[in-house]
């Protein structure tokens, strides 16, 4: 879910604030790159489209604020394997349905009804269990259920608290957690307040006011 990635990330958010030296944007991008591929896009906050590694990205409209569950099912999913197993469905796919769908995702942020995991073809196969809590958290009312990255949580996009209890009551005993969507501009006034005694406003990525 990009733990190791965000905690990257915030060390350089934090970074020129701590130095109390000016670190643009592209800057931290080039540092990050180097640390993960999806280091940037904690940097950036918000909605955007990743090319290449994920680390060259862009903008997109924000998905609307909504509320639902994470789900940690406690099954180890072998990153390795799942990639090995996954390169060659993704190189037989026809390259005009792959533009298709990935443009069909690209701006249909209100919804996410037609977001897609490609993991979750190969690890649903070693791991059936996962397959069966993601129909669950359909059942319950979820407008969005996908695996994150290759495993093994999952996550359900609700639209109201009803469909959450619902989806928690047929989910039994797995462990959840709440969660909500979290746009840029939340996202970076959430960085600003946290470090709003040290910093210049109206800046980002944050600077230090003591930068001579």
């Known amino acids: ?6 905690d990257a990330a915030a060390v350089l958010l934090a970074l020129p604030v701590l130095m109390g030296r000016a670190v643009d944007l592209p800057k931290l991008c080039a540092i990050g790159e180097q640390l993960g591929s999806d280091v940037s896009f904690f940097l950036l906050g918000g909605t955007a489209v990743g090319i290449g590694r994920g680390s060259e990205l862009f903008p997109l409209p924000d998905s609307p604020p909504r509320q639902g569950i994470l789900v940690a099912p406690g099954i180890h999913v072998n990153t390795a394997r799942a990639y090995r197993d ?4 993704l190189t037989t796919e026809l ?15 209100g919804s996410l009804v037609s977001a897609r995991n490609d993991f979750e073809s190969v690890v649903f196969e070693q791991h059936r269990k996962l397959a069966t809590l993601k129909k ?12 994150t990255g290759s495993g093994s949580a999952l996550f359900g996009l609700f639209p109201d608290c009803n469909g959450i209890s619902r989806a928690k009551e047929l ?17 970076r006034a959430l960085w600003r307040r946290a470090l709003k005694e040290h910093t210049t406003p109206g800046l980002w990525p944050l600077q230090s006011r003591y930068t001579g």
């Open 86 to 89: 996954l390169s060659p469905r």
């Open 171 to 187: 989910l039994g005993e797995v462990r959840t957690f709440p969660i909500s969507l979290v746009g840029r501009a939340r996202y």
């Open 95 to 109: 390259q005009q349905n792959k533009i298709v769908s990935f443009q069909s995702v690209t701006w249909d942020t």
């Open 1 to 6: 879910m990009g733990g190791g990635s965000s």
């Open 136 to 147: 669950r958290l359909v059942r319950a009312g979820a407008t969005a259920a996908l695996m």
